[in-house]
């Protein structure tokens, strides 16, 4: 993968630095909402990307340039601070699971996956998949940062759970490549991290989020709440998008990535809520509200990728940028 076009100072002076060329000072200055911020949440996706798979325009040893690593903390006291403002919610004395659930269900946000079910044009769905290929083609990988750091039935949960997204050890079972699959029948290219040149910033901060909670030992907590509520929230959406997939012509291993989710994910959400984020809770009390913040933080990000896909396509305005 190389390095995309910059679209702003922030992101301008990052890829500058990793390509090797003069860069100045640049003050971190955000767009508000930070969560739709481009420049910023561009150039925090390309600096977390360097603990993913790198670009090969940049240096194999830039994601440890001190400096690098210092611009990467000052863009993420902005997001940190807006996350803390809107995601942070107040722990009961009930047990976790339960605390996960009602979180859930409490959530409220615009119906995308009734509405990809139901009415979406082939054209709508194509760039719903596109959207998302910036985080489902290296899915379960930020989650996977947290094995090391957990242990006991923690940490097995935790592993029974990624095992599945990569395939149970069968690469054809990959949840990764069975999402490639759908991209084909759309037409769209499956080559790793090709749309995020023209994703917007909300769909990068879709994957940001996870990013920030994989890099930092302190936020594991959150990285465990955050796998909860997607794997809590997964199994009905996905029933819809594979219907929505039916509707416009997929054929069964086209939707299989959508088909699999509703499978795995109704187990999956048993595993994360009680053996998971409940034996962490256990052996880490005071770990409670990072969990359900991590939670909250999935389901709040979730919640904007909604709303500006369908906002979008009432306009109607595309959700990739031109290219």
Known sequence: MQLPPARGPLSGWLISRLAGRRT??????????????????????????????????????????????????????????????????????RPIAEQLRALVEADDGPKLSAYLRRHATLDQFREFVANRSVYQLKEADPHSFGIPRLEGAAKAAL??????????????????????????????????????????????????VMSLFAMHQRWTPALLGHLAALEMTSTLPNRQYAAGAARLGATDAEARYFTE???????????????????????????????????????????????????????????????
């Open 24 to 93: 100045d000072e640049v003050e971190v200055r955000t767009q508000q909402p930070v969560w739709a911020d481009e420049d910023l949440q561009l150039a925090l996706w390309i600096a977390y990307e360097l603990h993913y798979r790198g670009f090969e325009d940049a240096a194999v040893d830039g994601q440890w340039d001190t400096d690098v690593i210092a611009f990467r903390t000052r863009l993420e006291q902005p997001w940190i601070e807006w996350l803390e403002t809107n995601c942070r919610t107040m722990p009961s004395d």
């Open 159 to 208: 592993v029974e759970i990624q095992s599945d997204e990569y395939g149970g050890g069968r690469p054809e079972r990959m949840h990764s490549e069975l999402f490639r699959t759908t991209m084909r029948w759309l037409g769209l290219n499956d080559s790793y991290g090709h749309y995020v040149a023209s994703a917007s910033g909300v769909t990068l901060a879709l994957s940001n």
């Open 261 to 323: 989710h509703v499978e795995a994910d109704a187990v999956h959400e048993q595993i994360a809520a009680h053996d998971l984020c409940g034996s962490y809770v256990s052996d880490h009390p005071a770990a409670v509200g990072d969990v359900l913040f991590g939670a909250a933080c999935s389901l709040a990000l979730d919640r904007l990728f909604a709303e500006y896909l369908l906002t979008s396509w009432k306009a109607p305005a595309r959700s990739l940028r031109a290219g």
